[in-house]
């Protein structure tokens, strides 16, 4: 069965410091999105894409984070520099496009400690 | 805007006893439903959905959920807990256009007592 793929599982990064996150949907799904989780919470949206265009990145702290898909396929979401606040689980989930899929399938996130 | 409220962060039953996770919603425009589940330091595992069909709606691993609008409900249901049913369970809410964001709960924890 097809999956999302995330990597690094687990990231540990001092405070100040750079950081980033892959992800390769499931192969066809034109939607990408990238959520953040902090500890006791449910997860938020920080930036979806449709193909190579971000269509929301309204919550994305966008001073510090920055996310790319360059060709419609795989995504980097980067921090830099890293800050205490953002240790939490980055996930990534994908979608077909259309406007009846309403599914979107996750990855197994990846666990952000700052120190 | 749409949001979703999870009663109870911390919910316990005994094995083989009634599961019973309360999630009420509120939404502006015809809602989409989601219940995922979520083991430790893992990703979100798609339970059931309710897209419009039938608002009782079977999922995986025995659980089921029942959209009530007039009560602005979908609580989660198993008859019989099984110890591999402790997780993490959230709640969430799209609006029915597709490929739009979820808005999640603050989810609820699942123990199961021997």
């Known amino acids: 069965e097809a999956e999302v793929a995330q990597s690094p599982r687990y990231k540990i990064t001092e405070k100040s410091q750079a950081v980033a996150f892959w992800c390769d949907p499931i192969s066809g799904h034109a939607t990408l999105y990238w959520y953040r989780q902090i500890l006791g919470q449910g997860p938020e949206l920080l930036v979806q894409f449709q193909d190579e265009s971000v269509v929301d990145d309204s919550q994305l702290p966008k001073d510090r984070f920055s996310a790319e898909r360059l060709k419609g396929v795989d995504s980097t979401l980067k921090i830099q520099p890293a800050e205490l606040g953002d240790s939490a689980m980055y996930l990534c989930?994908?979608?077909?496009?259309?406007?009846?899929?309403?599914?979107?399938?996750f990855g197994p996130g990846t666990r952000l400690t700052v120190t | 805007a749409q949001s979703v409220t999870q009663l109870g962060s911390h919910v316990s039953v005994s094995e083989g006893a009634l599961v019973l996770l309360r999630c009420n919603y509120s939404s502006s425009v015809p809602p989409y439903l989601f219940w995922y589940v979520q083991y430790p330091n893992q990703g979100l595992q798609l339970l059931l959905k309710y897209t419009s069909a039938a608002t009782l709606v079977k999922g995986i691993n025995g659980f089921e959920a029942e959209f009530k609008k007039s009560e602005t409900s979908f609580h989660l249901t198993k008859p019989s807990a099984h110890m591999s049913d402790a997780a993490e369970y959230f709640c969430a809410v799209t609006r029915r256009a597709g490929n739009e964001k979820l808005t999640f709960g603050t989810g609820t924890r699942l123990t199961i007592i021997p």
């Open positions: 989930a994908s979608s077909l496009a259309g406007r009846t899929n309403y599914e979107q399938y």
